[in-house]
């Protein structure tokens, strides 16, 4: 049975998801910039494999409601989109796998409601314990300025500046980042110039690496 797509509402918001086979629950958290999309060779294995897969573009993305307010994104409201999500689908418990920033909504979901996420897959990030009286990540952040660089993720705190940059031109900049550009041309941690911004550590590719297709841009 291919991938079929509809939306559930969650938490407050109207969610899109594509889903496949039948059987038990399992979750696929993409991470940025990415959607749904990023599982859909996973997908068919899965349900082959005897699972009902859902793969749901998270807050923010794709075709889910993308809340205006910053403190809308607070890890809290990601969790709780997910147990949403899982109470729409008329089920009970759930496998959960995370990739990227999805992995921190994943490990999320267990940590605070293991009684529903019985099973936790993390790809590419691994699970980072935080004391109470642990710096705030944003604070760490800046210490990495130099003056002239800053750090990648501080950069997307200013809102507004990272859409006005990568919209500009869609397909250099989601070629530049799925070719693993970023931070490869300074040592050290991934800063970024504060002139000229993400796009300046951008290879300045024409067409996408190997394995990433003209549709897929496209899509």
Same mark, same amino acid.
Request: negative net charge; aromatic residues 10%.
């Given at each position: #049975?291919?991938? %079929?797509?509809?939306?559930?509402?969650?938490?407050?918001?109207? #969610?899109?998801?594509?889903?496949?086979?039948?059987?038990?629950?399992?979750?696929?958290?993409?991470?940025?910039?990415? %959607?749904?999309?990023?599982?859909?060779?996973? #997908?068919?294995?899965?349900?082959? =494999?005897?699972?009902?897969?859902?793969?749901? /573009?998270?807050?923010?993305?794709?075709?889910?409601? @993308?809340?205006?307010?910053?403190?809308?994104? *607070?890890? %809290?409201?990601?969790? @709780?989109?997910?147990?949403?999500?899982?109470? !729409?689908?008329?089920?009970?418990? +759930?496998?959960?796998?995370?990739?990227d920033w999805g992995s921190v909504v994943a490990w999320y979901c267990a940590l605070l409601r293991p009684d529903i996420f019985r099973r936790l897959v993390l790809l590419s990030v691994p699970y980072l314990q935080r004391n109470w009286n642990d710096p705030r990540?944003?604070?760490? #952040? $800046?210490?990495?300025? /130099?003056?002239? *660089?800053?750090?990648?993720?501080?950069?997307?705190?200013?809102?507004?500046? !990272?859409? +006005?940059?990568?919209?500009?031109?869609? *397909?250099?900049?989601?070629?530049?980042?799925?070719?693993?550009?970023?931070?490869?041309?300074?040592?050290?941690?991934?800063?970024?110039?504060?002139?000229?911004?993400?796009? =300046? $550590?951008? !290879? /300045?590719?024409?067409?996408?690496?190997?394995?990433?297709? $003209? =549709?897929?841009?496209?899509?």
């Amino acid at each position: #049975m291919p991938v %079929s797509h509809r939306f559930v509402q969650s938490n407050g918001i109207r #969610m899109h998801l594509a889903e496949e086979g039948a059987g038990p629950l399992v979750i696929l958290c993409h991470g940025w910039p990415e %959607s749904w999309y990023s599982w859909r060779h996973q #997908m068919p294995e899965l349900a082959q =494999a005897g699972y009902y897969v859902v793969a749901p /573009d998270q807050r923010g993305y794709g075709q889910t409601d @993308a809340p205006e307010a910053i403190e809308a994104y *607070h890890i %809290s409201h990601l969790t @709780a989109d997910i147990v949403g999500l899982v109470h !729409a689908l008329g089920e009970e418990q +759930a496998v959960i796998a995370g990739h990227d920033w999805g992995s921190v909504v994943a490990w999320y979901c267990a940590l605070l409601r293991p009684d529903i996420f019985r099973r936790l897959v993390l790809l590419s990030v691994p699970y980072l314990q935080r004391n109470w009286n642990d710096p705030r990540p944003t604070d760490l #952040m $800046r210490l990495l300025d /130099d003056g002239e *660089h800053e750090f990648y993720q501080a950069y997307f705190q200013v809102p507004g500046r !990272a859409e +006005a940059e990568l919209e500009a031109d869609v *397909h250099r900049s989601i070629i530049g980042l799925f070719s693993g550009e970023i931070g490869k041309r300074r040592p050290g941690p991934p800063l970024i110039p504060k002139n000229g911004g993400l796009v =300046a $550590r951008l !290879a /300045d590719r024409q067409n996408p690496p190997g394995w990433l297709t $003209r =549709a897929d841009i496209d899509f």
